[in-house]
């Protein structure tokens, strides 16, 4: 299998909100329940002067195709405040479910 990670796009984001997102919204208990990835995909471009949230894609390259199918959409913060003094360890943690 071909994987990669490239930039969010607004299409990805279209494609995740048409073919995942409604899997997604049917189960109450998701955190991403209701997400709206195409006004995330904007924010992402008019916020990178606040925290510089940058929005990544994973998915599989299928070459034969010449496309990419999204799997997996996150966005990063920049420039996040850490916990100085704190006897806690910031840590990130990249998963992918269902």
């Known amino acids: 299998m071909n994987v990669g990670v490239r930039r969010l796009s ?3 984001a279209r494609w995740w ?3 995942v997102q409604p899997s997604i919204d049917g189960h109450p ?3 991403d329940r209701g997400w709206n990835w195409p006004r995330l995909a904007h924010l992402q471009r008019w916020a990178q002067w606040w925290r510089g949230p940058i929005g990544f894609t994973l998915g599989v390259r299928r070459v034969e195709h ?5 799997c997996a959409l996150v966005f990063l913060l920049g ?3 850490v916990m100085i003094g704190s006897e806690f360890i910031p840590v990130f943690a ?3 479910g269902e």
């Open 10 to 12: 607004l299409d990805h």
């Open 17 to 19: 909100d048409h073919h």
């Open 29 to 31: 208990d998701r955190a």
């Open 79 to 81: 420039r996040y405040s």
């Open 94 to 96: 990249w998963y992918l």
């Open 66 to 70: 010449d496309s990419f199918v999204p």
